[in-house]
């Protein structure tokens, strides 16, 4: 009953999440840049009078224009330009690839899985390389001939050299554009928190820190000295996380007066306006985080003085620099063993996508209602509905084919009437192009409204007959997205069954960063940097996929299988949270003299890496250590390696304050550790009615207790 009920609520939440439109929409200077794009292959076509040229020139400029609205990392003309590469190029590949025929599945099955793959990199990248592969399908399905699929080739690349060459029109705004958006994107994180730290259940995400790093990761070497400022204010937003963080009481801060500072800097980075980053420090902030937002402030002038690395020694050399194609290959090897998370769905979108390539072939006229021997739009369908979840691939699956049937049935509707030309029909496309462009991050269903409503309007422009596309496209909509919703059931992620394996993946970083920032105790100096800060990035990265999968679980069918509850999960999410405060704690006070060092921190250090070793043990097995473990392993290693003694004859008070320091911040450390250590076992069965006795089987029962 409990798996029928599971189902039913999953399905219908994800049936609502089809339906709602969110008012999130794109840069409108890049969206200005796009459409230029597509208006410029209109205008072309209609000047050439050759719909095949104004049809294919469409296509590579409003494909390729969408790959720059996605989050881009890199410069945009960067990102334009590689995009449009790949998509021509594929495209090319796809006219090669035709004769083949049905043995067309086997490398659309490759190409597909290196496509699902690729979002090892980031959403962004997933879905731009889901392009490149539609572009494989457009040839290999539509070129005739392999001189005409050259023909739509060279016509593609051309829409293609538009969206690139429109990416140089001005407005130009400040270098690194990319990065000062996630710089920005993290300072408005900090300021929510200093907003709304003082209620306990406001944590502060992780996820703003890990796109930040990213971003300046991704920065060639010439370009690191002009963003060293960007660098130094990452490095602030660490020390103003830490700052809150160590607030003894809600009331320590002066939340809204900081959350204005640490406002002010992120307006500034987006504007590029000095005015912007005006506010005044308060005076109630403590003496670390009031120095801390002032050089934030400071940073932030040097950076609108664009005065680079002046006067900012050290702050490159606390962030190494990465190979970005290096780094790259790694996340993608590190996705090709069958245990990896992104495996399955590597796998769901090469099996998918051949079904749906198959299906649409087998049935693509759909009983001479549709154009007959073309299955890409079933495939790209399936291929942009499966995601690595379960909640997001239903709600695409939902709201794609609804969507779709209706911009095909207002399209069919619209080209009823016998007046339209072919110059209404180009002008008509393009506004439709504006409004895919403008509602590219409202929701599935609208963007499919206006996406098919262009599709039938460009292809009756080339001469086929509209009802034939206003029925086909919907149709193979609807069976590409029932085909890739069929795949996930078969192959699925579900994240009840992988909760506890991530906990562990996070215990296990944890581990390794905490006996790290403890050992660094022992000495000044004696914790290298470049460790914490790779650790430090391992361990956020570990927790955005727990609450991921936490945020994810309550909208599976099987949420009830989960290994916590609902209030067991939340508690295990607060713990984490509170484990992190002590990580941060442990690393701001680290001894800074060799008179603070504590020689007995090595002791503790081990202490650590062993409990947190068993923990994720016990974890991994869906279990728990027994209550009180860890800290009797605390209280046991305090005591015998004299942490606990805090008698320093050499001390003007007789006490060692760098002792009584590290001994109040491991206990601290080993009570939060216990606490998630309780939190961790799993939730009791509930309580069962005991079984009912005919009453006839009473007295022998009653026989058998005496």
């Known amino acids: 009953m409990d798996e029928v ?19 999130v929409f794109p840069d409108p200077e890049a969206i200005a840049r796009a459409l230029a794009a597509a208006v410029g292959a209109a205008v072309l076509g209609a000047l050439l009078g050759d719909p095949l040229a104004w049809a ?5 400029a409003f494909i390729c224009g969408i790959g720059t609205l996605l989050a881009p990392i890199r410069h945009r003309a960067v990102n334009a ?44 990248p997933g879905i731009r390389a889901c392009l490149v592969a539609i572009g494989l399908m457009i040839t290999a399905d539509l070129a005739p001939t392999t001189a005409a699929g050259l023909t739509m080739v060279g016509w593609i690349g051309v829409g293609a050299a538009m969206v690139a060459a429109a990416q140089s029109l001005p407005p130009y705004g400040r270098r690194l554009p990319a990065q000062r958006r996630a710089l920005a994107a993290l300072y408005q994180s900090l300021a929510g928190y200093a907003r709304l730290g003082a209620d306990p259940a406001v944590r502060l995400p992780s996820a703003p820190f890990t796109a930040a790093r990213r971003a300046l990761d991704l920065l060639p070497r010439f370009s690191r000295p002009a963003a060293a400022p960007l660098y130094g204010l990452l490095a602030e937003a660490e020390a103003v996380r830490r ?107 090469a099996l998918g996508t051949v079904a749906a390539e198959a299906a649409g072939r087998a049935l693509g006229d759909f009983w001479g209602n549709a154009l007959p021997q073309h299955g890409f739009w079933a495939a790209l369908t399936t291929m942009l509905v499966l995601f690595p979840d379960y909640g997001h691939t239903f709600a695409r699956g939902w709201g794609r084919p609804i969507g779709s049937i209706l911009g095909g049935l207002a399209a069919w509707a619209v080209l009823l009437p016998a007046w339209w030309t072919p110059g209404g029909l180009v002008t008509a496309s393009v506004v439709l192009v504006a409004l895919v462009y403008a509602t590219l991050r409202v929701g599935q269903l609208v963007l499919n409204f206006f996406i098919t409503a262009w599709i039938v309007l460009l292809i009756t422009r080339l001469g086929s007959a509209p009802h034939l596309i206003a029925w086909g496209r919907p149709a193979d909509t609807l069976l590409g997205a029932l085909i890739g919703l069929a795949v996930f059931v078969a192959v699925p992620t579900y994240h009840h069954d992988r909760l506890h394996t991530l906990v562990a993946e996070w215990l296990d970083v944890q581990r390794r960063l905490l006996s790290a920032l403890v050992a660094g105790y022992t000495g000044a100096g004696a914790l ?28 599976e069918p099987r949420a009830h299988r989960a290994h916590w509850d609902a209030a067991g999960l939340a508690a295990v999410q607060e713990s984490l949270h509170e484990v992190t405060r002590c990580a941060s704690l442990l690393y701001d006070l680290l001894p800074a003299r060799d008179a603070d060092a504590v020689p007995e921190a090595v002791g503790l250090a081990a202490a650590v890496e062993c409990g947190l070793a068993r ?64 939190r961790l076992a799993p939730a009791p069965a509930p309580d069962r009615e005991p079984p009912r006795h005919h009453p006839r089987h009473a007295r022998g029962r009653e026989r058998v207790a005496r």
């Not at 800097?265 to 005015?275: E, H, I, K, N, S």
């Not at 923990?615 to 279990?623: E, I, P, S």
């Open 615 to 678: 923990l994720a043990a016990a974890v991994t097995a869906r279990g728990a250590l027994p209550a009180g473990a860890l800290r009797a392993d605390f209280d046991d290693v305090a005591a015998r390696s004299g942490l606990a003694d805090l008698a320093d004859p050499a001390a003007p008070d007789g006490v060692s304050r760098a002792r009584g320091r590290l001994l109040a911040l491991g206990l601290r450390t080993a009570t939060t550790l216990e606490t998630l250590n309780t």
């Open 81 to 124: 330009t590689v995009l449009g590469a790949a998509f021509t190029l594929a495209a090319l590949a796809g006219v090669f690839l035709h004769p083949l025929g049905w043995w067309f599945l086997l490398p659309l099955g490759a190409v597909a899985y290196a496509a699902g793959l690729w979002r090892a990199l980031g959403v962004a």
């Open 528 to 555: 290298d940097p470049a460790t914490v800060d790779v650790l430090r990035g391992l361990a956020r990265q570990s927790r955005e996929r727990v609450e991921t999968a936490a945020a994810g679980l309550a909208h």
């Open 56 to 60: 294919m020139a469409t296509v590579g």
């Open 243 to 349: 700052a809150l963080h160590a607030a003894r009481t809600p009331d320590a801060v002066p939340r809204e007066a900081t959350a204005a500072v640490l406002d002010a800097v992120a307006r500034a980075l987006l504007t590029g306006r000095a005015r912007d980053a005006e506010a005044d420090v308060p005076e109630g902030a403590g003496r670390d985080l009031a120095a801390r937002l002032r050089e934030a402030q400071r940073l932030t002038g040097h950076w609108l003085a664009k005065r680079g690395p002046e006067g900012l020694d050290g702050v490159l050399g606390a962030f190494p620099a990465v190979h970005p194609a290096r780094t790259g290959a790694q996340l993608l090897r590190a996705e090709l063993r069958p245990g990896a998370p992104l495996f399955r769905h590597a796998v769901r979108i």
């Open 5 to 23: 009920q599971g189902w039913w609520r999953s399905i219908r939440h994800s049936f609502t999440a089809a339906l709602r439109i969110e008012r």
